[in-house]
């Protein structure tokens, strides 16, 4: 490649960067400012950094509580929707059975159905259920995110040959310990992108959980950030130590787990 | 034996299956149920049959809200907003979303770095966005407008028409990376050899890109216009952050949370979701139908 072709090309893309970094830089900042100086001088860098916003935030907003809470609830959900969603693709592909493919066809639908064509029955089930607590709250998670980790394991077990099960059928397993003990360490490419996509999306979803825990205690980081900055939007210094302290912890994550977010995305995608 | 197959065939799908009904199916089905009835969210629900779908689409003037006028924003505001949005965003996003991968997948040693910032708005929460984009909207744009007496930055979230490139502006920051990921990974599938070869037999770089990439790529195109176009049209998040449907900037969902959370009319807002249902089920079906007939298998 010519060599001004590439300057200008590299230049291209570190002020395109620039732009996608800017609403991070403006938040971290201005959260460190008093609110005298977000008024007067909202770009630069602050005189003395208030430190002391994010200690107010981390107390009012109980970020530790709700930080807890959203990692259970994702922990929980991702592992179980791992489990079942591979069970049930693992059964699904090796009857081919009419009913079989019906049940996949009425998984693949599923994914069509916006939220809001069920979130207020949703709300009536849960209620008459008992369920309108975290317990149901993982169980919404499993329900919502079934469909699209079935379709995506279905597509992978397809690939795993029958005479792998025979062999262990020979060997004396039982059905379930086939599934667990070879069909399911197999699956690791796959349980990483179901993980990955599950895992973005459970741990910022503030919809649900707005409607199914509103105790305290058992709130979502998103839904305590919700609640702290309706209290506190005037008082920006305020709302963005809340907000940068809830985007470090998904930030952090980001930078280790880089390679494994980035390849769960592309083969979500592609599938 | 083979009833023994069937019964672990049915215990391996138990978990999944019972979940997936109490969570999608029966409220689904109670949910288009409940459209047909005077139901408040307490109480038994009497049939008064299609009187909330009347309302809700009755309940504002269709001309009015489509030249965003209406003195009363409904249904209908909210519709002609969401399709509104969803157009542009689909184009911006996809041309985004090519642009930066066309832009991280030459060889560029900063070619990695590029890719993770880009993505990175990705992992953040449309709420936590839609605050972040709010301050600067506010506190920036006015600060820049104050600094350069352009009266052009001021106020963009109290004015329908600013209020929506606003929220295309969020949308695009935020969903652009992900589309590149897609992009890449079909970019990165065109053979070497099928580009050597049309550049031996002399094709500009803007006849390759049209004849060779662009039909090679066309999945990721399936993909990526099928996750834009949902998104947007579902969004729901970005839109109570940002503007809380302010000033005429209430979409869809953001339009049917309200019926049932703000006025109390579960019975009409029931009813718009089995229409947005139906819309989403249509464009979605249409969209996917379309793109996949232009794929080519290599």
């Not at chain 1, 079935?150 to 025979?166: A, C, M, N, R, S």
């Not at chain 2, 920036?140 to 930055?153: E, H, M």
């Not at chain 2, 989403?280 to 232009?294: C, H, P």
Request: proline share 3%; aromatic share 14%; charged share 10%.
């Amino acid at each position: 490649m010519k060599l001004w072709k590439r300057i200008s090309l590299g230049i291209t893309g570190l002020l395109i960067a620039l732009l996608f970094i800017m609403p991070f830089y403006i938040l971290v900042v201005n959260s460190l400012k008093t609110p005298r100086e977000i008024a007067e001088n909202v770009l630069g860098w602050p005189a003395i950094a208030q430190f002391s916003n994010y200690v107010t935030a981390f107390i009012k907003m109980n970020f530790f509580s709700a930080f807890v809470n959203s990692l259970l609830i994702s922990i929980i959900s991702i592992g179980l929707i791992i489990f079942v969603s591979s069970m049930a693709a693992y059964a699904l592909v090796r009857n081919k059975t009419r009913a079989s493919k019906l049940v996949l066809l009425l998984f693949v639908a599923a994914m069509i159905i916006p939220f809001q064509a069920v979130m207020l029955p949703l709300l009536g089930v849960l209620k008459t259920t008992f369920m309108l607590n975290r317990v149901g709250l993982v169980i919404a998670y499993v329900g919502f995110g079934g469909s699209l980790a079935i379709f995506l394991y279905h597509g992978f077990i397809k690939g795993i040959p029958v005479d792998l099960d025979e062999a262990a059928t020979i060997d004396g397993c039982s059905k379930f310990q086939i599934f667990t003990k070879i069909i399911f360490p197999l699956l690791k490419p796959m349980h990483v992108t179901v993980a990955v996509l599950n895992l973005i999306w459970i741990w910022n979803d503030f919809l649900l959980p707005s409607l199914i825990v509103n105790k305290e205690g058992e709130k979502t980081l998103p839904l305590q950030l919700y609640y702290f900055f309706g209290e506190f939007s005037k008082q920006w210094h305020l709302a963005l130590a809340a907000l940068t302290l809830s985007v470090i912890p998904i930030i952090i994550f980001y930078f280790f787990m880089q390679k494994h977010i980035i390849k769960g995305v592309t083969d979500g995608a592609v599938k | 034996m083979k009833k023994k197959k069937n019964i672990s065939f049915w215990l391996f799908l138990a978990p999944a299956l019972i979940s997936f009904a109490l969570i999608v199916i029966v409220p689904l089905i109670i949910g288009i149920y409940y459209s047909f009835t005077d139901w408040n969210g307490i109480g038994v629900p009497n049939f008064i049959g299609i009187t909330n779908y009347a309302k809700a689409l009755g309940d504002e003037d269709i001309l009015a809200a489509l030249l965003g006028t209406s003195a009363t924003p409904g249904f209908w505001s909210a519709f002609f907003f969401t399709v509104k949005f969803t157009v542009v965003s689909v184009i911006v996003l996809n041309a985004l979303g090519l642009g930066l991968a066309l832009l991280v997948t030459q060889k560029m040693k900063t070619s990695s770095f590029l890719r993770t910032i880009f993505f990175m708005p990705n992992l953040i929460g449309g709420l936590i966005l839609g605050f972040i984009w709010q301050f600067i909207f506010i506190n920036i744009f006015s600060a820049i407008g104050s600094a350069t007496g352009l009266t052009f930055f001021n106020s963009w979230l109290t004015d329908q028409h600013t209020g929506f490139w606003a929220m295309v502006i969020l949308f695009s920051w935020q969903m652009a990376g992900y589309l590149m990921i897609i992009y890449i990974a079909a970019l990165q599938n065109v053979p070497e050899d099928i580009i050597e070869a049309a550049k031996v037999d002399g094709a500009s770089s803007v006849k390759r890109f049209r004849y060779i990439v662009v039909p090679m790529i066309m999945p990721a195109f399936t993909v990526s216009l099928f996750l834009a176009l949902a998104n947007s049209f579902k969004m729901f998040d970005q839109n109570l952050a940002l503007t809380n449907g302010q000033a005429g900037t209430e979409m869809l969902a953001l339009n049917i949370y309200k019926t049932a959370f703000t006025f109390n009319n579960f019975g009409q807002a029931q009813a718009k979701a089995v229409i947005f249902f139906i819309l989403v089920a249509i464009i979605t079906l249409i969209q996917v139908s379309l793109t996949k007939d232009k794929e080519v298998e290599v």
